[in-house]
């Protein structure tokens, strides 16, 4: 194979043609028969054992041909792309092919390009960087959590508050008919915790144990479609209350439920420990931001179908999460069955992805600017790294990703780190 006639377009595409000589044309030719005559009948011959020359006597000289063309195709395009120095994105297509009298076949084919893009400055950046922060409203939320986790529940006696913990029968009624999922004996239901359809645990506030009550209900109109807008009746019953009962914080408390012997040595663990978490939280929002600051600096127009393909790559991941990993559902199934329709497309996936490839393109090209590579033994390490922070053997990363993608990932790490490490807090 031979690659010709490259042209790259001011529209960030490019063209160019690959040539298939006669003898792999004639090669491929003999591939298509041998993979076809299995299902050809040619009178005075068993199915599958009539000559190729027969075959082409009866139907025609260019019997293969299309097959052949048709193989040839993704080969001659590879080629192409591993000896024309392009660099494409998305799918090619095939504009034309022409077979010569001489049996040479030429394909023209038609590439998006790589984006162009421009650095910024990326070193030497400057944001603001706050001091971490630990108040007594801050321990005193821990503290409540802390008995919130050892509090008990006690029956109480009255009409049903806000707060409560509520026993409940319910049915309910569409029509006069009840619905699916509609009914249940025994349910604990927290009132206020907005966990039921609106309007049902207000209703179910200031009913007295043992009484029913037809609650009237209006389901969202973003709710499941045989119930979205409508009207319902419930029909439910207090079977019980209870409250959540909390211990008071003191030293007997403390030496129960922990290593400390009074309220103020763990009161003061828990302001070291805040001061851990703000100090995280600090530093996590400075890199953010000095890295928000250096793709903000690039200078890239963002293809639409990298774009596309990015949405994708978030789809399917946020699929796999749910055990999904059918290659064959397209980017519009995933969209329907995820419940997004294009207006959540636009405002919220497009933004992300879009933002995900700069960053990429950012690293990708400080890595060839900085001139940085990774040696055999950094990959080791980073590798075994990897491997142990999620519990896995080093061999089995570098099957499931491949070592190509692990060292492009650890280049894009060593990238990031010029950003942050050459960076300084106002």
């Known amino acids: 194979m031979i690659v010709k006639n490259i042209e790259k377009k001011e529209d960030r595409t490019a063209t160019f043609s690959v040539e298939v000589d006669a003898l792999e044309f004639e090669a491929a030719v003999a591939k298509a028969y041998k993979k076809n005559k299995g299902s050809i009948s040619i009178p005075g011959f068993r199915k599958g054992k009539a000559p190729r020359a027969l075959i082409e006597n009866m139907y025609g000289a260019d019997m293969f041909y299309q097959d052949a063309m048709d193989e040839l195709g993704p080969e001659a395009f590879m080629f192409g792309i591993e000896n024309s120095g392009l660099k494409i994105i998305g799918r090619p297509s095939i504009t034309d ?22 650095l910024g400055q990326y070193r030497g950046l400057v944001a603001a960087k706050k001091a971490p922060e630990v108040t007594e409203e801050m321990v005193d939320a821990k503290l409540e959590e802390l008995r919130k986790r050892n509090s008990r529940m006690v029956d109480v006696d009255r009409a049903a508050e806000m707060g409560d913990t509520a026993n409940i029968d319910f049915d309910g009624y569409l029509d006069g008919v009840p619905f699916e999922g509609g009914k249940s004996e025994g349910y604990s239901l927290e009132l206020g915790s907005g966990s039921f359809v609106p309007g049902f645990e207000e209703q179910v506030v200031g009913m007295q144990i043992g009484e029913e009550k037809d609650l009237d209900i209006t389901f969202p109109e973003n709710y499941t479609p045989e119930l979205a807008g409508k009207a319902v009746v419930f029909k439910v019953k207090l079977n019980g209350l209870s409250v959540a009962e909390l211990p008071e914080v003191d030293d007997e408390f403390i030496q129960d439920v922990s290593e400390f012997d009074t309220v103020e040595e763990y009161k003061a663990d828990l302001r070291e420990e805040l001061a851990v978490e703000q100090q ?32 994708d790559e978030m789809l399917r991941n946020y699929a796999s999460q749910f055990g999904m990993n059918d290659r064959e559902v397209s980017t519009d199934e ?13 405002s919220s996936l497009r933004p992300s992805a879009v933002a995900q490839i700069k960053q990429e393109l950012m690293f990708e090209a400080i890595a060839e600017a900085e001139n940085i590579e990774v040696t055999d033994e950094e990959l080791d390490e ?19 990703f491949g070592l190509a993608y692990i060292k492009s990932e650890y280049v894009k790490e060593k990238a990031s780190r010029i950003i942050i490490e050459t960076a300084s807090a106002e």
């Open 382 to 400: 980073y590798i075994n790294g990897a491997a142990q922070t999620v519990g896995a053997k080093p061999e089995d990363l570098i099957n499931h």
């Open 334 to 346: 995933l969209l329907k069955l995820f419940g997004i329709d294009d207006e959540t497309m636009q």
């Open 97 to 118: 092919m022409d077979l010569s009298e001489e049996k040479v076949l030429t394909y023209e084919f038609k590439v998006e390009l790589y984006p162009e893009v421009t």
């Open 280 to 311: 995280d939280m600090v530093d996590t929002q400075f890199r953010t931001d000095i890295m928000n600051m250096a793709i903000d600096n690039l200078v890239v127009d963002v293809p639409e179908t990298m774009i596309m393909e990015k949405v």
